[in-house]
């Protein structure tokens, strides 16, 4: 029910199209790229999904994540902007569900992107590349974690914007914080524990034993997220 | 009421805005990392860049990538989210004043902001550059006179990319979108100085003048050089019609 409602309150804002085409533009990252420099990728070793994950994955995580923080601002903006926060908390719903009904449609608009790339990945291997035979489950277990890894990222920036109440803070931290995960150094493994940074990780070709950690560091982050949120909201309240 | 006034006044609207904290916060981040690894500066031989040009120049690569063009993306947010939110806008048009006149005077406060952020870095740098020196034993302050040129340098190429920014925000009435595509067309920047028609992405200029530097600073290097005469009529034209625009169509969706 309060997703459905989120998903009623997004339909003008350009939430949709907005997720829809910066899928399309991260899928046409590796396409380009193939076509214009095929030649360059088709000689280096690993599994086609390793090369192009490669080659492009930075490339499509930060339009990924860029994605993330102009959805995420606009979710709490289109509440803040005309006060329709207020009404919200005096319904009987609380603030949580709020919460968690925008991490729910977020979430789930950043699977749907993660979707398109993943067709544009298979296109290119098909067309330039031979699909081995253990190639669909290096993709689902690929950008399965690449999905997991996304989550806290999302997660952090819903409460970033739920705190900022001006679209232009929360708009400024999540960009200084992108930027802030583009200056670490990804073979550090605490700084890359950064939730803004984790994206960036690719499953393919890298250490399993590592992986697991990641794994393991997304799922502790979302749950200080959570956890974090719950007392936010409660502290928030006592103090207005 | 004249043109200083009405600056004057766009510039009381933000005072409140945090926006110079974000600048700053940003501007401190960006050279941390550079105190941190200020030794690999000295391993540079290959290029042919001294240590001090090369703690500089990469530091201001790192700001002209990504962080300054994103920061104009919020300044434009600020901008246009402050007037729409308490319909401050309407008020505004109902004045006696072109509204032309209202679009380039928040402009001026956007460029300014530019500025601002752009005298911030230089500060920065020059706190960082004079910790580095105590640590290193090594003097890695450069002289004020070129990195004025630098940082002017990379202020004048940024303009008409603050045009486009501008431009996005005042016709496209959803925040979304406007955000959107001025933060998506940030990062192909990287890929675009390296082709032949860099001079007609005006989000490139900053990051392209800044590695242009770089590659005179250091011997080794080629890297592809500003040539005036494609650029600078290209850069003027893109810049006179973005702000064109955006004084043909400032307050318009309002007006309707």
């Known amino acids: ?240 | 009421m004249n043109f200083l006034t009405l600056v004057g006044v766009e510039f009381k609207k933000i005072r409140r805005s945090k926006i110079l904290f974000i600048l700053a916060v940003a501007a401190v981040i960006l050279w941390i990392p550079s105190i941190l690894n200020a030794k690999m500066n000295f391993g540079m031989q290959a290029e042919g860049i001294s240590p001090e040009n090369n703690f500089f120049i990469q530091g201001f690569m790192g700001m002209a990538w990504f962080m300054f063009p994103a920061s104009m993306v919020v300044g434009t947010v600020l901008l246009s989210q402050t007037e729409r939110a308490n319909k401050g806008i309407l008020k505004m048009l109902s004045l006696p004043i072109s509204t032309a006149k209202l679009c380039i005077a928040k402009f001026v406060v956007l460029l300014t902001l530019a500025a601002v952020q752009i005298l911030m870095m230089t500060g920065v740098y020059y706190i960082s550059a004079a910790i580095s020196s105590g640590t290193q034993d090594y003097n890695f302050i450069l002289p004020t006179l070129f990195v004025l040129k630098e940082i002017s340098l990379i202020f004048l190429s940024a303009i008409p990319m603050i045009a486009f920014f501008w431009m996005l925000s005042v016709c496209i009435q959803t925040p979304i979108f406007s955000i959107g595509i001025g933060l998506a067309s940030i990062v192909p920047s990287v890929l675009i100085i390296n082709t032949k028609a860099w001079f007609a992405y005006p989000m490139s200029y900053p990051f392209f003048v800044i590695t242009a530097e770089y590659g005179k600073l250091a011997a080794n290097l080629d890297m592809a050089q500003v040539e005036l005469i494609p650029w600078i009529p290209v850069a003027a034209l893109i810049a006179l019609l973005c702000l064109g625009i955006s004084c043909l169509r400032f307050g318009q969706a309002e007006r309707r």
Request: proline fraction near 4%; charge should be positive; charged fraction near 10%.
């Open chain 1, 1 to 240: 029910m309060s997703v459905y409602l989120e998903c009623k309150k997004v339909k003008r804002t350009g939430f949709l199209p907005a997720f829809i085409g910066g899928g399309i533009l991260a899928a046409a990252v590796p396409i380009v790229n193939m076509a214009v420099r095929s030649e360059m990728y088709l000689k280096q070793p690993g599994s086609p999904i390793q090369i192009m994950l490669g080659a492009n994955w930075q490339m499509m995580t930060m339009l990924n994540v860029l994605l993330a923080v102009a959805g995420t601002c606009l979710l709490y903006h289109t509440e803040y902007a005309d006060n329709a926060m207020q009404k919200m908390k005096s319904l009987p719903i609380r603030e949580s569900s709020i919460f968690l009904s925008k991490a729910v449609l977020t979430v789930f608009m950043s699977l749907f992107v993660l979707v398109i790339e993943v067709g544009a990945i298979i296109f290119c291997s098909y067309l330039w590349f031979e699909l081995g035979s253990g190639f669909w489950g290096e993709l689902c277990k690929c950008f399965g974690y690449s999905f997991l890894l996304m989550l806290p990222c999302i997660i952090l920036l819903l409460l970033i914007s739920e705190a900022c109440k001006n679209m232009w803070v929360s708009l400024g931290i999540g960009v200084v914080c992108v930027f802030t995960a583009t200056m670490l150094p990804t073979t550090n493994f605490a700084l890359s524990l950064f939730p803004f940074a984790m994206p960036f990780q690719i499953f393919a070709g890298t250490d399993i034993t590592q992986s697991a950690h990641y794994i393991c560091g997304a799922i502790a982050e979302l749950a200080v997220c959570g956890l974090a949120q719950l007392i936010f909201v409660k502290v928030r309240r006592s103090f207005e």
